[in-house]
């Protein structure tokens, strides 16, 4: 059997509405007119209604459909009122499911012009919110660990020790680099300096203070900040946005004491190893830089010796257990308050980093702050 030839024919009744006759099997291999065809005609014709009638109509499938939906989505476009009459079977009923849920159109943002960002009002109020999104979630941690300590919590040792793996031998290498050459950029820092006055062996008093007290631990955890706190945020956020953490929660289970708990307690362990770690490293490094000066390597370890001074070694240890729970709460926070979308991991990812490199520098010089004023 031959198809019926297709096609379809714009019909004007009145000044109002408009008919399109189809005719001829609507099926896949049997040609017909293009919908740019129709497109062009109906911009010509000044109707409010546009009817389909399928009265001669053959076989159809999916064709048909597509076709339809076309005219209808043409029509909503030019407000133009759709209807269909004398239709096989099921295509109405077809038509109804395919134009039952409207076209999604995503929302239009407004973009905020840059110097409203500027505004003073509007900075501290944003300040003011994260303060206190920082203070509810340290409450609800300090509950936790409480609740870790009277022995009730929902944390579980293997998770502990599998972050601990994670924070620690994993951080070696990166950790390895960044010491090593911070403690050579120290010495050579201070040799050029200290060369003028021919006091080139108080190189090894400017590396071994300013690791023990300064740098060591803050590399070290801008380090953390960067691969560990974004880690944790992305590993929450993931969480969070597959609703681990909500299955977590309904089986009552407090997600601070079985997710957040764990990650803090195993920085707060780790940071400082890392940290004699680094201050290790450092003086190593900056050995290879006095070594270039003329200094030799007995020499460099007994003034070395000379500075080591065990008010420097526990500076540089409270910081690092400080900056191990501020890493972990930036983290950790970023992770659970991410939203549910992928680009919204990626977001608390980035935004873990800088609260985490925030929190580090702020509490760094408040800690050097009060230690200068007691004299240590």
Not at 278 to 290: C, H, P, R, S, T
Not at 320 to 336: D, E, K, N, P, T
Request: with cysteine.
């Amino acid at each position: 059997m031959n198809p019926q030839p297709t096609g379809f024919q714009l019909l004007s009744d009145d000044g109002n509405e408009a008919v399109l006759a189809l005719t001829g099997d609507w099926a896949q291999g049997c040609p017909h007119r293009d919908f740019a065809a129709l497109k062009d005609e109906l911009s010509f014709i000044g109707v409010a209604k546009l009817i389909v009638d399928g009265s001669q109509l053959g076989t159809w499938d999916s064709v048909l459909m597509a076709f339809l939906l076309q005219c209808y989505n043409q029509c909503q476009d030019d407000g133009l009122h759709f209807a269909v009459r004398n239709m096989p079977e099921g295509v109405e009923r077809l038509l109804q499911v395919a134009t039952a849920v409207p076209e999604h159109h995503p929302p239009k943002t407004r973009t905020t012009p840059w110097f409203l960002a500027l505004d003073p009002l509007q900075l501290l109020r944003h300040t003011l919110s994260e303060l206190r999104g920082s203070m509810a979630f340290i409450g609800e941690l300090t509950l936790a660990l409480l609740n870790l300590i009277r022995g009730s919590a929902n944390t579980r040792f293997s998770d502990f020790r599998h972050f601990c793996y994670q924070a620690g031998p994993d951080a070696f290498a990166i950790i390895t680099l960044t010491s090593l050459l911070v403690g050579m950029i120290l010495a050579y820092l201070g040799a050029v300096q200290l060369q003028q006055f021919g006091a080139e062996i108080y190189v090894a008093d400017l590396v071994v203070i300013g690791m023990l007290r300064e740098m060591g631990v803050l590399m070290t955890a801008i380090v953390m900040a960067g691969r560990t706190g974004a880690a944790y945020a992305a590993q929450l956020g993931t969480m969070q946005s597959n609703e681990e953490i909500d299955a977590i929660t309904t089986m009552g289970i407090s997600p601070m004491e079985f997710l957040v708990v764990p990650r803090m307690l195993a920085l707060v362990v780790i940071m400082p190893l890392l940290t004699v770690y680094a201050n290790l490293l450092g003086m190593v490094g900056g050995g290879i830089v006095a070594g270039g000066m003329g200094i030799t390597p007995l020499m460099y370890i007994a003034e070395a010796e000379s500075a080591l001074h065990f008010d420097h070694i526990m500076v540089g240890m409270i910081k690092s257990v400080v900056f191990g729970m501020l890493i972990a709460v930036a983290g950790c926070r970023s992770g659970i308050n991410s939203g549910r979308s992928s680009a919204a991991v990626g977001q608390a990812a980035t935004e873990a980093v800088v609260t985490a490199i925030v929190y580090l520098i702020v509490a760094d010089a408040a800690i050097n702050i009060i230690f200068q004023q007691v004299g240590i």
